[in-house]
């Protein structure tokens, strides 16, 4: 997939529940002591990839206000 196929994916999870699910993410990572998972090709659903685009997301949505 691109990645425009990608975001567009992941896009279909609103917002404030990418926000949620990323929060747990990074708890989870941290009490781990680990990287973030992901996998080559890179997919929607990676903790990399859905974590910065989500981040990415309210960034931009918050400067529109």
Do not use: H, N
Request: with cysteine; hydrophobic share 40%; proline share 5%.
């Amino acid at each position: 997939m691109r990645e425009d196929e990608l975001k567009a994916q992941l896009r279909k999870t609103p917002l404030i529940e990418r926000l949620e699910q990323s929060r747990k993410m990074i708890g989870k990572m941290c009490s781990e002591g680990r990287a973030p998972k992901m996998t080559i090709p890179v997919a929607w659903f990676d903790e990399d990839f859905f974590i910065s685009t989500t981040l990415k997301d309210a960034i931009d949505k918050l400067k529109a206000i």
